[in-house]
């Protein structure tokens, strides 16, 4: 058939360029690696080792059991041991440290007491990631090591993290940063494609050939769907070895819905460069739809917790549906049939985005 | 060279582009006979390339049409596609893929017959000469190997009109001869080849041409016929100080126009002037410039001359 030879010469086309661009073939592989390096290790809303002081102004038995079961939970890292709470509130003013512990005289007594918070904690407050930590260290008792401890005070809601018990953040952060890298990586390749054919004078003489629009969109699109699911591949791989991230549930869910997200990244890339007329354009681009792809399709945030207004922008990213399935074939074991609706929207992005491509690509010049 | 009329490759009426205030191209007729090649003489823009990319339908006409093979423009101009072969100024093959590789692409998106694609192929490698250069990457090509391989691959798949724009303007003598050697080949074969040049050993090599000057057609014709009726004598003047000669001829009523050439001064003298030599012959003497003055056949540069210049003449009182 014809049209399946043109779509076959523009497919070849496009991987055989792609294999002798060696930047780009290096930033297929780069890219994931660097950025799962950088976000797997930068990103840690599991903090340890806190720079901390320590004021102890009790100095009982109590107390240094207390010191020694804080300094068990390797939280906090004190490096200052000081005298008196102004000091702390002075090494917290000039950032040498992020939080203080402060036990008062009457340490025992309010133990005893029980109505009385016992010591007190004093953190950087500016760092809402810090104060997180500080709330958790705040629901610590205190060991009484040989009486019986008071029982536990009613009402209060023992918190038990599925599916991430040791509630490591690069078991959260890997299976949305498959979406961020995804979304780069494939939205660059084809918002430059028609543009650098434009600039480099190909495209007249490709416009003048029987190719249809058609056929030359599709054929530049599959090839960088066999490129997206190496680097998912590249990437359930690295952040398995490195950072223990597993793959709960199925294999072949998540490459489906890879495979369609990939391909509403990529048709969106195209009609980006429909649109733009230098490769530098396509480029800024790129990273002005990145930006949202990253804060506000529940990477970072939670989605959730954002304005209603937000929220129904990040519903037209694919991101964002991209996240809530990996992170649910990863993390939870869910199969895609139990995200059928995410799939779909996926579907039908990819489907407007390539239409709107088409469309807007002329076989003219004017 | 019997032109019948009826048997044109393409014929356009009243064609004209305007880009925005510019009028690139205004009013254009053209009649181009099958199995020719056409040549379009003109300066950088002139509206050479603007023509013939209304003519592939790469551009909408902002008026007028025509009828290439036998398909209206702007119309269907889809169809009209496997049956021309373009070649663009600027080289535009794929500069990473090599020479095979990109003359495979071709016969692929022209959906050349599979079964005969290798021979094809083969063949144009052997008669453009690119047998030593088959896996060379395109973008390390001289300029002349780039002209034969676009050629190739503008012709794969074997057009019967073919536009070639301004092919030679990267190349040397030799190569150029080759390639014009070459597209008489292809003539000869039944192809019709419009091609736009601004040399004018080129254009005289052409059957017919159209000369080109600010978008709008000035002449057109066979070379020997715009050569024949220029409407103007041309007197070759050979002087000791050719520069005082010119600047006595420039003042001189009725002349056209003064070039030099060398030592040599070519005067265009419109036809209406009586007795145009001993005109010229009378003034150097008057005062005393030694030179020689005779008159010749008019060359096309000549006809370029004259044509752009009584089309300019209206507008520029001298």
């Known amino acids: 058939m014809n049209s399946l030879g043109r779509l076959f010469a523009v497919m070849g086309k496009e991987l055989r360029q792609l294999r002798r661009d060696r930047l780009t073939f290096a930033m297929i592989v780069g890219i994931p690696i660097m950025q799962i390096l950088l976000f797997g290790y930068a990103i840690n809303t599991d903090v340890r080792n806190l720079k901390s002081a320590i004021a102890d102004q009790a100095n009982t038995h109590l107390s240094r059991q207390f010191i020694s079961d804080l300094k068990q939970t390797q939280v906090l890292d004190f490096q200052y041991v000081v005298e008196t709470p102004m000091e702390i509130e002075e090494l917290l003013r000039t950032g040498r440290v992020s939080a203080g512990i402060h036990i008062p005289y009457d340490f025992d007594r309010r133990v005893i007491d029980g109505n009385r918070f016992a010591a007190h904690l004093l953190v950087d407050g500016a760092d809402p990631t810090i104060l997180g930590v500080a709330n958790q260290l705040s629901s610590m008792r205190v060991n009484f090591d040989s009486w019986e401890a008071p029982s536990e005070s009613a009402g209060s809601l023992e918190v038990r993290p599925f599916y991430n018990p040791e509630r490591r953040s690069a078991v959260y952060v890997v299976p949305g940063l498959i979406g961020i890298i995804l979304t780069f990586t494939m939205m660059l390749f084809t918002a430059v494609s028609i543009v650098r054919e434009r600039e480099l004078g190909n495209l007249e003489l490709l416009i003048n050939t029987p190719v249809k629009t058609v056929e030359l969109m599709v054929g530049k699109v599959v090839p960088y769907i066999v490129i997206g699911l190496i680097q998912l591949g590249l990437i359930v791989a690295v952040g398995q070895l490195l950072f223990n991230v597993p793959l709960r549930g199925s294999f072949v869910d998540l490459y489906l819905a890879a495979s369609v997200f990939i391909a509403a990244n990529l048709a969106l890339g195209l009609f980006v460069s429909t649109i733009v007329k230098t490769q530098f354009q396509a480029i800024q681009a790129t990273i002005f739809l990145i930006m949202p792809s990253i804060l506000i399709t529940g990477f970072v945030f939670p989605f959730d917790g954002m304005p209603k207004v937000i929220q129904y922008i990040g519903e037209i990213l694919p991101n964002t549906h991209f996240i809530r399935m990996t992170r649910g074939i990863m993390l939870r074991d869910a199969s895609l049939g139990d995200m059928a609706s995410e799939l779909l929207t996926l579907v039908v992005f990819t489907f407007v985005a390539m239409t709107a491509a088409i469309l807007r690509f002329s076989k003219r010049l004017d | ?318």
Not at chain 2, 12 to 34: H, I, Q, T
Not at chain 2, 141 to 155: D, F, M
Not at chain 2, 202 to 224: F, N, S, W
Request: charged residues 25%; contains cysteine; hydrophobic residues 40%.
């Open chain 2, 1 to 318: 060279m019997k032109v019948v009329s009826t048997d044109l490759a393409i014929k356009a009426r009243g064609l004209s582009k305007n880009f925005g205030n510019l009028a690139a191209v205004s009013n254009l007729d053209l009649e181009v006979p099958r199995a020719m090649i056409y040549g379009f003489l003109g300066p950088n823009g002139s509206g050479k390339s603007t023509t013939i990319r209304m003519l592939c339908g790469l551009l909408t006409p902002t008026s007028g049409s025509a009828i290439v093979l036998d398909t209206q423009v702007p119309g269907d101009t889809e169809a009209l596609k496997p049956r021309i072969g373009y070649m663009t100024q600027k080289f535009s093959l794929y500069g990473d893929l090599t020479c095979i590789e990109n003359l495979r692409f071709i016969a692929d998106i022209y959906s050349y017959p599979r079964e005969r694609k290798a021979a094809r192929i083969n063949e144009l490698i052997h008669k453009y000469d690119l047998s030593a250069q088959v896996h060379q990457f395109t973008r390390t090509l001289s300029g002349g190997e780039k002209q034969r391989l676009a050629l190739a691959c503008a012709v794969l798949h074997e057009p019967e009109l073919l536009f070639l724009d301004e092919p030679t303007s990267a190349v040397d003598p030799k190569s150029r001869r080759d390639f014009w050697a070459s597209l008489f080949e292809l003539v000869e074969m039944g192809t019709t080849i419009l091609v736009s040049t601004h040399y004018m050993d080129e254009a005289v090599r052409c059957h017919r041409l159209a000369i080109l000057d600010q978008g709008t057609k000035v002449a057109d014709g066979a070379p020997a016929e715009l050569q024949a009726s220029t409407g103007m004598t041309i007197i070759e003047v050979q002087a000791d100080n050719p520069a005082r000669a010119q600047a006595l001829i420039k003042r001189l009523p009725d002349v056209a126009s003064v070039t030099q050439l060398g030592l040599k001064l070519r005067v265009l003298i419109p036809d209406t002037t009586r007795e145009p030599l001993s005109h010229v012959t009378r003034a150097l003497s008057e005062h005393d410039i030694q030179a020689d003055a005779k008159e010749v056949p008019a060359s096309l540069e000549d006809v370029f001359v004259a044509v752009t210049q009584k089309k300019r003449a209206p507008e520029n009182p001298e």
